[in-house]
C-alpha cells in the first residue's frame, strides 16, 4: 500500500481534488424547487424555474464552486395567510374577514433580487392582499360581502394582488375568503338577539297557529253534528218535538247526582189525570 | 509493534462482537453443528473458539502474508472476517478454508466482499414493491421521471433515483373545527349564524401532482374546505342549514366547490365527500330555538285535543240521531198508542219521583206546604227512590246527556 501511495502520490491527489471539485461544483434541483445562481452577489442565472409550459428541468446543474452561490427556493404553490381583520362594508356593517391566497415563484431572479426569500415576499404581500381585500369589499353591501366569492370582488382582489406580486416575481392564483364572521362584542351579540327574537316570534306564531287549528276542527265537528241531527229530526219534527220533551222531563225532574228536588202541583183538568177522573 | 496492534483491534472488536448474535454466527454450538453435514465436524472446533477470539485464527493466517505485506494491518482484520460473508450470505465455500483467508489462486476476499455489501446496499434502493393501493414517483437527479405502478419495480440505486412510496387509494379524512376548537360559527345568508362541525375525506388522484405542485397540500386543502363551506353555508337561509335537504345540498355544493379550486391548483387531490356531522344554532340562542321545539308540540297538542273533541262531538250526535231513528220507526208503525206509551211512561217516572198534589175543587183554597217541604229535604229524607230509573221500556233510549248539549 505504502509502495503505491509513494509510487502514484502525484495522480492520487489530483484524482481527490478533482473529484472534490466536481462534488462542489454539481448542484442537484429537485423537482419541488427552482434555485438561483449568484455570481459575488449577483444573481446570474436560473435553474429549474416554472414555466407552465414547459415541463420541468430538474436535474444535476454545474457551477462554479465557491464562487458561486446556488439558492434554493421553492416551486410548489405556497399559501399567503392574512390575519383576520375587520372590514366596514358601506352600510356601516362590520365584518371580520380571513383571507388567504396562493402563490408561485414564476421569476426567481426577481424574486431573490427584490424579496430575498419566499418569506420576504410573504411579508411584502400580506399588507397588499390586506389593504385590496378591504378596499374591494368596502364598496359591497354586508349582504353582498358575505356572498362575495360569487361576484367579482374576489377576481379583483386577485388581479389587484397578482399585479403588485409580479414585482416580487410571484404570481397570485388564487385567493380565497376563508372566513366571515361578526366581530365579537356587540354585533355578535346583536345578531344572538336577533336570532332570538326571531325563533320567539317563530314560537308564537306555531303556537297560535295550533290554536286557530283546534278552534276549526272543533266547529267543524259541531257544524257536522248540527247537520246530523238536523238530517234525522226533520224527518218527523212534530214527533221530534214529542220525544225530545219526554226526554226532557226525565232529566228535568228525574233524580241524579245532581238533580233538585221539585213538587208538582196538578191540576184536575190535567191530561194525564184525564182517566183518574174516570170521564172520557 | 503493527501486529500487537491489529490483535488489540481484533480483540476490541471480538468483545463488540457485531455479528456474535446471528444466525449461523460462531456464538451458538448448535448453530455450527447444523451448519451443514461433512463440514459440521470442521466448523464445530472453529464455532466455540470464534466468539472469544474469531481473530486468533487470522493471526496465524496473517504470519504466512507477513513476508509479503508489512502494512496490511487493517487487510489482515478483513481477511479474517472474510469467511465470515460467504457463510452469513448462505454457506458458502468459507467453511473447510475457514484457516485460509485467501481465495483460489491466493487473491484475498476483500473485494469480493466489498463488492457484496455494495451491491446487497444497492440493490435495497433498487428494488420497490408497491402495493395495491400505492403509488410511488420516481426522481431521477431530482426530475420527476415515472410513476411506480403497484408491483415489482427497479429503479437506478440511490443517489441517482430516489423513490418516494405514497398510499393514493386510502381515503384520508379530516374534522373541521378540529377536537381543540369550541365552536365555529358561520354566517348564513339569512345573517344567522349557525355552528357546524363537518367532515372532508379525500384521497390522492395524481401522485406527481400531489408531490410536486403544491409546497403544503394538507394545509391547502383544509383551508379549501373551509373557504368552501363559509361560501356554501352563505348561499343558504338558517332554516335550510338544518334541514336535511338543505344539508346535502351543502354537502354536494361544498365538494364541488372544492374539486374545483383544487383542480386550479392542480394539486392531484380527489375529494370523495364532505360530511356535516351538526349544524346547530350557536349555544347563546339555544333556548329560543327550543322554546320553537316546544310551541311545536304545543301546537300539535292543541290540534289533537280539538280532533278528540270533535270525535266526540260527532259520535254523541250520531248516537241520539240513531236512537231517534229506531224510536221514530217504532212510532210510524202505530203512531198514536207509540206516542200514548211514551207519554205515560215518562209520566210515570217523572211523577214517581217527585211529590204531588192534586187540586180537585174550583173553590178549594190551595195551601202549598212549603215550609214541610223544606223541613223533610233538611231532614235528609229525600223523596226520589233509586226504583225510579229501574223500569225502561225497551224502545223508549235513555235519555243520556240530550238535555246538555
Known amino acids: 500500500m505504502s509502495n503505491i501511495w509513494e509510487t502514484y502520490k502525484l495522480p492520487i491527489i489530483g484524482i481527490v481534488v478533482v473529484v472534490i471539485a466536481l462534488l462542489a461544483s454539481i448542484v442537484v434541483v429537485p423537482e419541488e424547487e427552482q434555485a438561483v445562481v449568484i455570481r459575488a452577489g449577483n444573481p446570474v442565472y436560473k435553474l429549474n424555474a416554472y414555466d407552465p409550459d414547459e415541463p420541468s428541468q430538474a436535474g444535476v446543474y454545474l457551477h462554479i464552486p465557491f464562487y458561486d452561490r446556488v439558492q434554493r427556493i421553492e416551486r410548489r404553490i405556497l399559501d399567503l395567510e392574512m390575519e383576520p381583520q375587520e372590514v366596514l362594508s358601506n352600510d356601516q356593517q362590520r365584518l371580520l374577514v380571513n383571507a388567504y391566497a396562493r402563490f408561485r415563484i414564476v421569476d426567481p431572479v426577481r424574486m431573490v433580487e427584490r424579496a430575498g426569500t419566499t418569506d420576504g415576499v410573504r411579508s411584502a404581500l400580506e399588507p397588499i392582499l390586506n389593504s385590496v381585500l378591504r378596499q374591494e369589499l368596502g364598496r359591497r353591501t354586508f349582504q353582498a360581502m358575505l356572498t362575495a366569492e360569487r361576484g367579482t370582488a374576489l377576481d379583483n382582489v386577485q388581479a389587484n394582488l397578482d399585479r403588485q406580486a409580479r414585482q416580487y416575481g410571484a404570481q397570485v392564483i388564487d385567493v380565497q375568503i376563508k372566513r366571515t364572521d361578526l366581530p365579537s362584542g356587540a354585533p355578535l351579540d346583536s345578531a344572538f338577539e336577533r336570532m332570538r327574537s326571531d325563533r320567539q316570534r317563530e314560537a308564537r306564531t306555531i303556537r297560535a297557529t295550533g290554536d286557530r287549528d283546534a278552534r276549526i276542527i272543533r266547529a267543524d265537528a259541531d257544524a257536522e253534528a248540527a247537520r246530523i241531527y238536523a238530517d234525522s229530526y226533520s224527518q218527523d219534527p212534530d214527533f221530534y218535538d214529542f220525544y225530545r220533551a219526554m226526554q226532557s222531563y226525565d232529566r228535568t225532574f228525574g233524580t241524579g247526582e245532581d238533580a233538585g228536588e221539585s213538587s208538582i202541583i196538578l191540576s184536575e183538568d190535567n191530561e194525564y189525570l184525564r182517566q183518574f177522573r174516570g170521564g172520557r | ?405
Not at chain 2, 266 to 283: H, L, M
Not at chain 2, 346 to 358: A, G, I, P, S, Y
Request: cysteine-free; overall charge neutral.
Open chain 2, 1 to 405: 509493534m503493527m501486529r500487537a496492534l491489529s490483535a488489540r483491534i481484533g480483540l476490541a472488536m471480538a468483545g463488540k462482537s457485531p455479528w456474535g448474535g446471528r444466525k449461523n454466527g460462531n456464538g451458538s454450538g448448535d448453530d455450527g453443528a447444523s451448519d451443514g453435514g461433512p463440514d459440521g465436524s470442521s466448523s464445530g472446533p472453529g464455532g466455540p473458539r470464534g466468539p472469544k477470539n474469531p481473530w486468533l485464527p487470522g493471526g496465524g493466517g496473517s504470519d504466512d502474508d507477513d513476508g509479503k505485506r508489512r502494512s496490511a494491518n487493517i487487510e489482515d482484520i478483513f481477511r479474517n472476517r472474510g469467511p465470515e460473508g460467504p457463510r452469513r450470505s448462505g454457506g458458502g465455500p468459507g467453511g473447510p478454508n475457514f484457516r485460509m483467508p485467501t481465495g483460489p489462486g491466493g487473491r484475498s476476499w476483500i473485494p469480493l466482499v466489498a463488492v457484496l455489501v455494495v451491491s446487497i446496499a444497492l440493490l435495497s434502493t433498487m428494488i420497490h414493491i408497491v402495493q395495491p393501493e400505492e403509488r410511488a414517483v420516481v426522481k431521477t437527479l431530482g426530475n420527476y421521471t415515472r410513476t411506480y405502478e403497484p408491483g415489482f419495480n427497479v429503479s437506478l440505486p440511490w443517489p441517482i433515483e430516489t423513490v418516494e412510496v405514497e398510499n393514493v387509494q386510502g381515503v384520508r379524512s379530516f374534522e373541521i373545527p378540529g377536537e381543540s376548537a369550541q365552536q365555529k360559527l358561520i354566517l348564513t345568508g339569512d345573517q344567522n349564524l349557525v355552528d357546524v362541525s363537518y367532515l372532508v375525506r379525500w384521497n390522492i388522484k395524481d401522485l406527481a401532482n400531489y408531490k410536486f405542485e403544491l409546497a403544503e397540500p394538507e394545509v391547502t386543502i383544509q383551508e379549501v374546505a373551509e373557504a368552501a363551506m363559509r361560501a356554501s353555508v352563505a348561499e343558504k337561509t338558517l332554516n335550510d342549514t338544518f334541514s336535511g335537504q338543505g344539508r346535502s345540498e351543502i354537502e354536494t355544493a361544498v365538494r364541488e366547490r372544492m374539486q374545483r379550486v383544487l383542480d386550479g391548483y392542480r394539486s392531484g387531490i380527489q375529494v370523495r365527500g364532505v360530511e356535516i356531522d351538526k349544524a346547530d344554532p350557536p349555544s347563546e340562542v339555544n333556548d329560543a330555538f327550543r322554546d320553537v321545539l316546544v310551541a311545536q308540540q304545543n301546537a300539535d297538542a292543541a290540534r289533537n285535543q280539538a280532533r278528540g273533541v270533535a270525535q266526540q262531538v260527532l259520535q254523541n250526535a250520531q248516537g241520539e240521531t240513531a236512537a231517534f231513528d229506531r224510536v221514530y220507526e217504532e212510532y210510524r208503525q202505530a203512531p198514536e198508542v207509540t206516542r200514548r206509551r211514551l207519554y205515560y211512561e215518562t209520566m210515570e217516572r217523572v211523577l214517581r219521583q217527585n211529590d204531588k198534589v192534586v187540586i180537585e175543587a174550583d173553590g178549594v183554597t190551595p195551601y202549598l206546604p212549603l215550609p214541610e217541604l223544606r223541613r223533610r229535604q233538611s231532614a235528609g229524607t229525600p223523596a226520589p227512590t233509586a226504583t225510579a230509573t229501574a223500569p225502561r221500556p225497551a224502545a223508549s233510549p235513555s235519555p243520556s246527556a240530550t238535555g246538555q248539549e
